[in-house]
């Protein structure tokens, strides 16, 4: 099973920077993440401090912290590695919430990706240098003169909340710059894993570290903060900002949106295969930590700080590791606290209602998983995590998940992969949007179908992004490129919804010349946007059979238990 994990590992970074092209250049590095020489105090700095003046003044932007010197290649500014936290996370900081900036009159480089955060191996965005000095974004615009506020469009990335990072290739804003020279993309970093979100008050030295359990949380909104304080100064509007990501980037998105505090840096939200499923109790928080402080023979925080960041890092991986036993056990915390104990029921109860949100899934979620592990290690995967479901279920919820399985087409591993897309993704996905629209909220719903050409795949889990990044190039989770006017149609719309609140494309300004009116969800229709490769359409949920309504969408109460 884990040679299966490191095998997909290896197809996913090199997927995501060629097209099926061989790997022998997966260990080099890309000029925009290559470390400068060393001249700065902190070795894990990317970028110096300008002292001679030297530097082009047309690219400079004065923010709170800094003034931040870009680099412009095709018409296009590309300002990265910006400090978005007044001090990085390290040493007595670890585990401890983000600081804010403070003024500062420093003229830095910003020619450089920050590290990515500390994880185990096999991500895309950790072949690139990972650090515990992490908290950094990175800001796109056009090279023009406007006196309109652009609309801001920022990406938080997925990785089962244990890997990623912006330096991933295939989150490179360029492209969509130059398709939208109207919008500013942003990405941000947030910290991972036993260093993001690891509960600690629970040991005997752990009341010092209240926050510990949802930290990337928190690194998230520091980051909103930063952009909402700053963003003016790129030329885009403060108030008009859509957040965006995909499965734990789209979950965040879902998350920020239950947080009122929130609110104010940014009124609307894309999340795709997303949503308050991916997070966890503070007894299952604490399970995991304990199950970390045995395997490293730790009792206390402070024994914790004494582990060599890369050690903890792997030991987790080895532990949970999404790309090593696809554990799936470190998440947000539902700790009353910043995240509420019922997700589902704050959405009922209205929290996101102020939210304009977009929300779907793709139609084969869970097949980019199976075919990471192959059928055999599919298969004992499915068994393992089916029997520790059960015990959660009654008799009769039991029986209704055998009868899903019974009657899905296919073969075994098959029937159990798509109902853990269904209760992961497909359910939560309409739960979100039912939850919403009852609470008076806007939500619009889709489904994404395009398959990919490789084994098993499908239209699985993560095969949207290099449609929505505007990289055709990227064809790791495809193994082609989809269709050009279908791709930049869905761009458009995300970006039509950034802009207004409202995906929907007139005639004039649609791709194929033709208009696509996408309808609310709402709780009689429940109509949702079907992304055919070859005919985007809407549809009554009901004809497309989005969800079972019977035998799975009760399961989104499990989490991702």
């Not at 530097?55 to 300002?79: P, R």
Request: aromatic share 10%; glycine share 8%.
């Amino acid at each position: 099973m884990k040679k299966k994990l490191w095998m997909f590992a290896a197809i996913l970074i090199c997927g995501a920077t060629t097209v099926l092209t061989s790997c022998k250049d997966a260990e080099s590095q890309p000029e925009e993440v290559v470390k400068p020489e060393e001249t700065s105090e902190d070795p894990d700095a990317m970028n110096k401090k300008i002292t001679d003046g030297k530097y082009d003044k047309a690219l400079a932007v004065k923010c709170v912290n800094g003034t931040f010197v870009g680099k412009k290649t095709e018409n296009v500014i590309a300002f990265k590695g910006i400090p978005f936290v007044g001090q990085q996370p390290v040493g007595n900081l670890r585990w401890k919430a983000p600081v804010d900036v403070t003024p500062n009159d420093g003229i830095y480089e910003a020619y450089n990706y920050g590290k990515a955060p500390y994880q185990a191996p096999g991500d895309p965005a950790g072949q690139y240098g990972q650090s515990e000095n992490c908290l950094y974004l990175n800001v796109w615009k056009a090279d023009e003169a406007t006196a309109q506020k652009k609309p801001v469009m920022v990406w938080i990335y997925g990785g089962g909340f244990e890997v990623g990072g912006t330096t991933d290739p295939q989150y490179d804003c360029q492209n969509l710059v130059k398709e939208n020279p109207d919008v500013i993309f942003v990405t941000i970093t947030y910290r991972l894993a036993a260093y993001g979100f690891l509960h600690l008050s629970h040991l005997s030295d752990g009341k010092d570290y209240p926050d510990a359990q949802n930290l990337g949380t928190l690194d998230q909104l520091m980051a909103l903060k930063w952009v909402h304080n700053n963003i003016a100064a790129f030329g885009g509007d403060p108030d008009n900002v859509t957040i965006w990501g995909e499965s734990a980037g789209g979950s965040s998105c879902a998350l920020l949106s239950l947080i009122d505090e929130a609110h104010k840096y940014f009124k609307r939200a894309i999340v795709q295969s997303g949503s308050p499923v991916m997070t966890r109790s503070t007894e299952e928080a604490i399970a995991v930590t304990d199950k970390i402080m045995a395997a490293l023979n730790c009792k206390t925080v402070a024994d914790l700080q004494k582990v060599e960041p890369r050690k903890l890092a792997d030991k987790v991986g080895e532990l949970f590791g999404i790309y090593q036993v696809l554990g799936w056990s470190i998440w947000p915390e539902r700790d009353g606290k910043l995240l509420p104990k019922d997700g589902w029921q704050a959405y009922a109860d209205g929290k996101a209602k102020d939210i304009e949100i977009l929300a779907g899934c793709t139609k084969d979620e869970f097949n980019t998983f199976a075919a990471a592990l192959g059928v055999d290690g599919w298969n004992m995967w499915a068994a393992d995590r089916m029997a520790k479901r059960a015990k959660l279920l009654t008799a009769e919820e039991n029986a209704k998940v055998e009868s899903y399985i019974s009657s899905a087409p296919g073969e075994e591993w098959e029937k159990t992969c798509s109902m853990f897309s269904q209760s992961y993704f497909n359910a939560p996905a309409i739960r979100m949007s039912e939850n919403q629209a009852k609470a008076g909220g806007k939500i619009y719903t889709y489904f994404y179908t395009p398959e990919s050409i490789l084994p098993m795949v499908k239209s699985g889990h993560a095969s949207e992004l290099s449609v929505v990044f505007n990289h055709p190039e990227m064809t790791g989770f495809t193994g082609r490129p989809i269709d050009e006017t279908f791709s930049k149609t869905l761009r458009k719309m995300w970006v039509q919804f950034a802009k207004t609140g409202n995906p929907s494309l007139s005639a004039e300004i649609s791709p194929d010349g033709k208009e696509k009116v996408w309808p609310l969800y709402d709780l009689t229709d429940k109509q949702i946007m079907v992304f055919d490769e070859f005919n985007i359409h809407s549809a009554k949920e009901a004809d497309v059979k989005m969800v079972d309504w019977d035998n799975t969408y009760f399961l989104t109460k499990l989490y991702c238990n």
